[in-house]
């Protein structure tokens, strides 16, 4: 989090608490000030007030945010995928920041994986759905304090990128099934998420896997979220910078009969390859953490755990 959304998120909670802070604010907006420090000043309030009008839409239906597009939840999104054997791809917050020409944790930005990121968001497809995080379209008021800090201070920047690409007209999946325990309400319960994760498990059922990955990704795994799959074949390549082999690994996924369904843990190239396997005739899919995702779940780690905290390290 930069200097400027840390800013943010203190000037959110000092007017949500202190009322002699908002009438200081209220003052100050009326005299003349340091410009930069007006910047400043008047960026936090436009972000305060963009992140209650998505916060209270769902409470308040007269709040109607300015800008909204149509995602389906976790549930819907999981039906549509078992009865819909189909290609799907995802777009969370690594890839905006690739968007935004910013580098992530486990891929440096580059232009082109930028342009066809964007172009992915744009498109508009029946190939291959495209999923993106919903979080930042609802109230945040269900989500743990770590998530809730993060959707408040990231969303309006979140939703800048997709009102400027997305297709208003196009219906999105939820991108986060595959890192949904971390995700999830606070409310959850544990027969909730047995029943999630059986959906999720009867994805890969009866099917041939072709999974890439870098080489240590399932080093930690214990439990197997393939485990109904009828076979599984692993192709490994870098778990950092996965873009700059995107033309060797699309050409060894090439190798592979149709038969078999693509999977992709490569961070945003896993969203470009998915995209661009689908025009070509293959089932491919972006499935993220999903692993790693199951694999907490079922150690009943908690949320707060040191293996939650390092769930989305680099591999």
């Not at 939840?73 to 905006?96: I, M, P, Q």
């Not at 969203?271 to 999903?290: E, F, M, N, R, S």
Request: with cysteine; aromatic share 14%.
């Amino acid at each position: 989090m930069d200097d400027k959304e840390q800013l943010g998120e203190q000037f959110v909670r000092l007017w949500n608490n202190n009322p002699i802070f908002r009438n200081n604010v209220a003052f100050l907006t009326q005299v003349p000030l340091n410009h930069a420090f007006t910047q400043v000043i008047n960026e936090c309030i436009d972000r305060m007030e963009d992140f209650y009008r998505y916060d209270l839409s769902q409470e308040n239906p007269a709040t109607t945010p300015p800008f909204f597009l149509h995602i389906l939840n976790v549930e819907d999104t999981l039906d549509l995928l078992l009865n819909n054997h189909k290609s799907f791809c995802r777009l969370a917050d690594g890839e905006f920041e690739i968007i935004r020409g910013e580098s992530m944790a486990f891929q440096e930005y580059d232009p082109k994986l930028a342009e066809r990121l964007s172009g992915i968001l744009q498109s508009y497809d029946d190939k291959c759905y495209v999923g993106l995080d919903s979080r930042y379209f609802h109230s945040t008021s269900n989500l743990l304090d770590k998530e809730k800090k993060f959707v408040r201070s990231q969303g309006r920047i979140m939703r800048e990128v997709m009102e400027k690409f997305c297709n208003r007209k196009k219906l999105y999946i939820e991108a986060s099934i595959t890192c949904f325990y971390l995700h999830s309400p606070k409310n959850y319960s544990i027969p909730e998420y047995t029943v999630h994760y059986e959906k999720i498990k009867q994805l890969f059922k009866n099917k041939k896997l072709a999974i890439f990955s870098g080489r240590t990704v399932f080093d930690n795994i214990k439990f197997n979220v393939f485990e109904y799959a009828t076979e599984r074949r692993h192709i490994f390549t870098e778990s950092k910078n996965a873009w700059r082999c995107y033309n060797e690994i699309i050409s060894a996924a090439m190798q592979i009969p149709k038969d078999f369904t693509l999977c992709f843990i490569l961070g945003p190239t896993a969203t470009v390859l998915a995209y661009d396997l689908a025009q070509k005739g293959y089932t491919a899919w972006d499935i993220g953490h999903i692993a790693k995702d199951y694999d907490l779940f079922m150690k009943n780690r908690g949320k707060d755990s040191q293996d939650a905290m390092k769930f989305f390290d680099p591999d």
